[in-house]
């Protein structure tokens, strides 16, 4: 199924608050952040044989693979800002 038929109405709300462009991105952090989240709670239970105290070598890859993913959307969205600041200000 595609993620623009699962994601629907989150995307319907948050495109027509914030545009196409910004709004999927918003949704796609969110869908980043509930990964996050449930790789963080399978982490608990998938520790590392030589530290216990640290998720699986694994879980810590995707885990700062997502981490990373979250800060390249969200450089993104406020790159946007930026970019409608500047042309509303040259339109004044």
Do not use: W
């Amino acid at each position: 199924m595609s993620v623009f038929h699962e994601q629907r109405d989150e995307l319907e709300k948050h495109e027509f608050m914030m545009g196409i462009a910004r709004g999927r991105l918003a949704v796609t952090l969110d869908m980043l952040t509930d990964a996050l989240i449930m790789v963080g709670q399978h982490g608990v239970y998938c520790t590392s044989n030589r530290n216990p105290s640290v998720p699986a070598l694994d879980l810590q890859v995707v885990l700062s693979q997502i981490t990373g993913a979250k800060d390249l959307v969200t450089s993104v969205m406020e790159e946007l800002v930026r970019e409608r600041e500047a042309r509303e200000r040259a339109a004044e």
